[in-house]
């Protein structure tokens, strides 16, 4: 079991940047993949981006060239760099983290970029 607990997010102006943090209770060494999702009101939760053990990112469409994935395992942090933010990028911003058959969430952080 691990407990993953966010951090960084807030209100922003359209253009502006922040930078989220997904703190984990124990060593995220053997997470197969790390990453950040983002459930908008009405919407399914979507990828934002991820990071595999190996370093591997992969990010969603809308957030590519934006967006970046980092990934400390000495620290067990995953932090999500966020830049020139859209009205569209306002969200709640889950952690996640996968050891195969195991998924784990963390509770959220609401992300609000005003036009």
């Known amino acids: 079991q691990v407990q993953l607990v966010e951090s960084g997010g807030g209100l922003v102006q359209a253009g502006g940047s922040l930078r989220l943090s997904c703190a984990a209770s124990r060593s995220i060494f053997s997470m197969n993949s790390m990453g950040w999702y983002r459930q908008a009101p009405g919407k399914q939760r979507e990828l934002v981006a991820s990071?595999?053990?190996?370093?591997?990112?992969n990010y969603g469409d809308s957030v590519k060239g934006r967006f970046s994935i980092s990934r400390d395992n000495a620290k067990n942090t995953v932090d999500l760099q966020m830049n020139s933010l859209k009205p569209e990028d306002t969200a709640v911003y889950y952690c996640n983290a996968r050891r195969f058959p195991d998924n784990y969430w963390g509770q959220g952080t609401q992300v609000t970029v005003s036009s």
């Open positions: 990071i595999s053990s190996g370093g591997t990112t």
